[in-house]
């Protein structure tokens, strides 16, 4: 059973392009949640999505940022028009349900040139 | 608004000794916990969960969970040089859903 898979696993942008992160959930897992992570700092929840449905997104900066969980394929999350202040470690995790153990991916390290 | 709240540390302890890690959360109904591991460079690894109150081990690691003073607490015995890490504290449930809500982290040093 593979774990949390996120790609890519590096991607550098430069400012003012698109990034486009995915996250597939561990098989049988119908919530994800995104996490940010600056260097050095701890975990800053973003939004939590289940198959078709933003539960919550009371984390996600108001502008540039979306996130979607479709009915079939990965989770994406989308941030337009990069800016430095954006560089980060961006990890997803799924569960099964809510309220149970979720596991995380080994993340996307976007870096803003 | 839930939070969750650890002491950032650094922990250090020698080499075999106990390692104690403290978190308190804010919502009162919170109904399940979770410890992970976080190392350097790396993505966060889930090593215990508790969901009732009293005491759960698992190997060298035991989480306990009181709900009354709304505390967890992860204790490592015999703590070794790979232990070294940064251990978050999780929380979900309660009032808001079903949100997973992370403290802080404490890192941890275990000195040789």
């Known amino acids: 059973n593979a774990g949390v898979m996120q790609n890519p696993r590096h991607l550098v942008r430069r400012r003012g392009q698109e990034a486009r992160l995915r996250c597939s959930p561990m098989?049988?897992?119908?919530?994800v949640y995104w996490y940010r992570q600056l260097p050095e700092e701890g975990l800053k929840f973003m939004v939590y999505l289940q198959k078709e449905n933003i539960i919550d997104e009371s984390g996600m900066p108001k502008e540039r940022f979306s996130a979607e969980f479709p009915k079939e394929g990965p989770s994406i999350l989308r941030i337009q028009q990069v800016v430095r202040g954006d560089s980060a470690a961006y990890f997803c995790?799924?569960?099964?349900?809510?309220?149970?153990?979720?596991?995380f991916g080994q993340g996307t390290r976007l870096t803003v040139v | 608004q839930k939070e969750v709240e650890q002491n950032s540390g650094p922990l250090s302890v020698p080499e075999g000794a106990i390692a104690s890690l403290n978190c308190t959360y804010s919502?009162?109904?919170?109904?399940?916990f979770f410890w992970y591991r976080q190392y350097s460079g790396k993505s966060p690894e889930l090593i215990m969960s508790?969901?009732?109150?009293g005491d759960k081990e698992d190997g060298r690691f035991t989480a306990q969970l009181n709900k009354a003073s709304q505390y967890v607490s992860l204790l490592i015995r015999d703590s070794q040089p790979s232990d070294s890490a940064t251990y978050l504290c999780a929380v979900n449930g309660g009032n808001a859903g079903n949100m997973l809500t992370f403290g802080g982290g404490t890192r941890l040093m275990v000195k040789p």
């Open positions: 919502d009162r109904v919170s109904q399940s």
């Open positions: 995790a799924s569960s099964p349900w809510g309220g149970t153990e979720a596991f």
């Open positions: 098989k049988g897992h119908s919530h």
């Open positions: 508790i969901y009732s109150n």
